[in-house]
């Protein structure tokens, strides 16, 4: 089953080849986008690693930033 973040993994060469870029284990890239969210921090690198690979930037959705309008609601 494709998810989205298995298909921009896909798009950017595989999770190997972005653990290598992110300088993070294969396992901990593979995990994050088995879990359908990677972690905020990784944002600008997937960026980069977009234009590089000539793809749009991911978007926002696919990472763990906080919803600042979804937590004031709670």
Do not use: N
């Not at 950017?12 to 992110?22: D, E, I, P, R, S």
């Not at 905020?40 to 930037?57: G, K, N, T, V």
């Amino acid at each position: 089953m494709d998810t989205p973040t298995r298909t921009l993994i896909s798009a950017l060469g595989g999770y190997q080849a972005v653990a290598k870029a992110l300088k993070k284990k294969p396992q901990t890239v593979h995990t994050a986008m088995q879990s359908g969210v990677f972690p905020a921090a990784w944002y600008d690198a997937f960026c980069a690693l977009a234009q590089s690979a000539a793809i749009d930037e991911p978007p926002r959705s696919l990472f763990s930033f906080i919803d600042l309008a979804k937590d004031q609601a709670a």
